[in-house]
Nanobody
Framework: QVHLVESGGGSVQAGGSLTLSCVAT????????LYWVRQRPGKEQERVAR???????EYADSLKGRFTISRDNSRNTLTLQMSFAQLEDTAIYSC???????????????WGQGTQVTVSS
């Protein structure tokens, strides 16, 4: 059904900014709760942020004030704006979607392939 593809990853200096995008095909994102998650080497997957169908957002406490999640339904695109990047932000970032409701009220229907972000000093 809905297929997700991330882009915008790469290298960024500590303290710098980077914007990630997730484009959906096969279905419109209007009726999906959308997520950014990341996985750092040797660590478990962690939730970065999510945005529901009404535009309400939720962030990991440690990332509040540095990361901003947004959605543009007209372009079928989910965005993550990263600011004041830290070395600990180095990870593979993936987007995901669940229909209508957000996890755990609905299961994850689709995952992107992930994009690498590397923060250097």
């Amino acid at each position: 059904q809905v297929h997700l593809v991330e882009s915008g990853g790469g290298s960024v200096q500590a303290g710098g900014s980077l914007t990630l995008s997730c484009v959906a095909t096969g279905d419109t994102i209007d009726d999906y709760c959308l997520y950014w998650v990341r996985q750092r080497p040797g660590k478990e997957q962690e939730r970065v942020a999510r945005i529901d169908i009404d535009g309400n957002t939720e962030y990991a406490d440690s990332l509040k004030g540095r990361f901003t999640i947004s959605r543009d339904n007209s372009r079928n695109t989910l965005t993550l704006q990263m600011s004041f990047a830290q070395l600990e932000d180095t990870a593979i970032y993936s987007c995901a979607a669940s229909h209508t409701y957000c996890f755990p009220h609905a299961s994850i229907a689709s995952w992107g392939q992930g994009t690498q972000v590397t923060v250097s000093s």
